[in-house]
T-cell receptor
Framework: ELKVEQNPLFLSMQEGKNYTIYCNYSTTSDRLYWYRQDPGKSLESLFV?????AVKQEGRLMASLDTKARLSTLHITAAVHDLSATYFC?????????????FGQGTILTVHP | GAGVSQSPSNKVTEKGKDVELRCDPI?????LYWYRQSLGQGLEFLIYFQGNSAPDKSGLPSDRFSAERTGGSVSTLTIQRTQQEDSAVYLC?????????FGPGTRLTVL
């Protein structure tokens, strides 16, 4: 059974600081997604990572994937208040589980002035 | 263009009643997924449709839960004899290939 674990689950940051959210998964992954969720809202897709060594960046967020270590990271650079949200990683194991996503627990990020 | 829509946005029901939740996917998306988000269990997969067929129903928690999809479009998730533990946000996503686009969800509260 595929398990996906994120850490930390809660992250309180000061504006301007850097931090990394980690996502570990237990079996071979076909692709990995990062989503953002604002309170009371649905999931917004941030990144999809397809292969080992993949790195994608959008604004202050950068995601990477190491399939050998079964690890993805979401790095936040110079945090601003607007980044406050819950961030989820999700793994698509492919094969017979094609498209079915297994989610991490989510990381609640709060950015303070 | 129009995204995934779900209705109702909120549903409050009494324990033991049946509820129907609706999902309208993005036009042309052949795959449709239902997930459930609750405080205790996080985000869980429920069922996957490809066209009108459901090749993966492995996440449905009990036989009180069922879903159908008609015309390769609209899907309905039905929960019979609702229980308090069914309270959650039910999210629908559609996909043209692999990437999934999520709807706003239906918040179900069972009293």
């Amino acid at each position: 059974e595929l398990k996906v674990e994120q850490n930390p689950l809660f992250l309180s940051m000061q504006e301007g600081k850097n931090y990394t959210i980690y996502c570990n998964y237990s079996t071979t992954s076909d692709r990995l997604y990062w989503y953002r969720q604002d309170p009371g809202k649905s999931l917004e897709s941030l990144f999809v990572l397809l292969s080992n060594g993949a790195v994608k960046q959008e604004g202050r967020l950068m995601a990477s994937l190491d399939t050998k270590a079964r690890l993805s990271t979401l790095h936040i650079t110079a945090a601003v208040h607007d980044l406050s949200a819950t961030y989820f990683c999700a793994v698509d194991a492919g094969g017979t589980s094609y498209g079915k996503l297994t989610f991490g627990q989510g990381t609640i990020l709060t950015v303070h002035p | 263009g129009a995204g995934v829509s779900q209705s109702p946005s909120n549903k409050v029901t009494e324990k033991g009643k049946d509820v129907e939740l609706r999902c309208d996917p993005i036009s042309g998306h052949t795959a449709l997924y239902w997930y459930r988000q609750s405080l205790g269990q996080g985000l869980e997969f429920l069922i996957y449709f490809q066209g009108n067929s459901a090749p993966d129903k492995s996440g449905l928690p009990s036989d009180r839960f069922s879903a159908e999809r008609t015309g390769g479009s609209v899907s309905t998730l039905t929960i019979q004899r609702t229980q308090q533990e069914d309270s959650a946000v039910y999210l629908c996503a559609s996909s043209p290939t692999r990437a999934q686009y999520f709807g706003p969800g239906t918040r179900l509260t069972v009293l």
